[in-house]
């Protein structure tokens, strides 16, 4: 795929979102994001210590800006894509690029721009994953890293499609396909257990609370079941020397 001039979006205007709607985090919950505890768990944990200082990242479906996993490294350079300008959500101090994308599967930035491209819950959304996954590697420098979170337990939600759910290895069949290396793909869940008895669900929203005072002591006391999510993690290093054809 040729390289493309960067498109930033300016803050001033919006569009119409596509036919796709929007590529990732469309739904918010309650809390005003659309990012749950697992996620960020996971991001903490695996992802975090992956990004050095100074490194420039790229999020597809951001749920804001800065987004929520931004807020937690304020020192990187952290510019976001999608398929809509929802520029009415967004509060970012102009530092940071906004680029639109003209379909789920074309970002309009050159060849190897970014250290990081990230995405936490957006992969279910893309109907042609593997189309996707090849856009990622290419604005990707080599010995950059692509780094997702999908979930595994969460039901359906069309928002506004949802095509997948997936285990480590078809993480890593998506990767190595587009050229990648796989670093880390694990599934699982961070979430700390409400009760005896969790099981694999939808979880909880980033910011939630855990039911408190004598209602958690009756559930926590006759081990009333309660969800939590389980989502997988994967990270991939774009070698830099090309595999052998």
């Given at each position: ?25 469309g ?30 990242v ?10 929520i ?13 999608d ?19 003209p ?7 050159p ?9 936490a ?5 893309v109907?042609e ?58 599934c699982?869940s ?6 005896r ?42 070698p ?6």
């Amino acid at each position: 795929m040729r390289s493309r001039a960067a498109t930033r979006v300016s803050s001033s205007r919006r569009s119409s979102a596509s036919s796709e709607g929007r590529l990732g985090l469309g739904s918010r919950n309650a809390h005003g994001t659309g990012v749950h505890l697992n996620s960020l768990l996971l991001f903490r944990r695996f992802v975090a210590p992956r990004i050095s200082p100074g490194a420039r990242v790229l999020e597809l479906g951001a749920d804001g800006d800065p987004s929520i996993f931004c807020r937690e490294m304020p020192d990187r350079v952290w510019d976001t894509a999608d398929l809509v300008d929802e520029a009415g959500e967004w509060s970012g101090d102009g530092s940071r690029a906004r680029i639109l994308m003209p379909s789920p599967y074309e970002i309009p930035v050159p060849d190897g721009t970014y250290d990081v491209v990230f995405s936490a819950q957006v992969a279910e959304h893309v109907r042609e994953i593997w189309t996707w996954m090849d856009e990622l590697a290419r604005v990707t420098r080599p010995g950059g890293k692509v780094i997702t979170i999908s979930p595994v337990s969460w039901e359906y939600h069309e928002a506004p499609v949802d095509c997948w759910r997936m285990y480590p290895e078809a993480m890593r069949a998506l990767s190595e396909r587009a050229g990648l290396e796989v670093e880390l793909s694990w599934c699982g869940s961070l979430e700390p257990p409400r009760t005896r008895r969790p099981f694999p669900g939808n979880g909880a929203p980033a910011g939630a609370r855990s039911p408190g005072g004598l209602r958690l002591a009756v559930m926590r006391l006759i081990g009333w079941p309660l969800p939590v999510a389980h989502d997988l993690v994967t990270v991939a290093v774009k070698p830099v020397a090309p595999r052998p054809a």
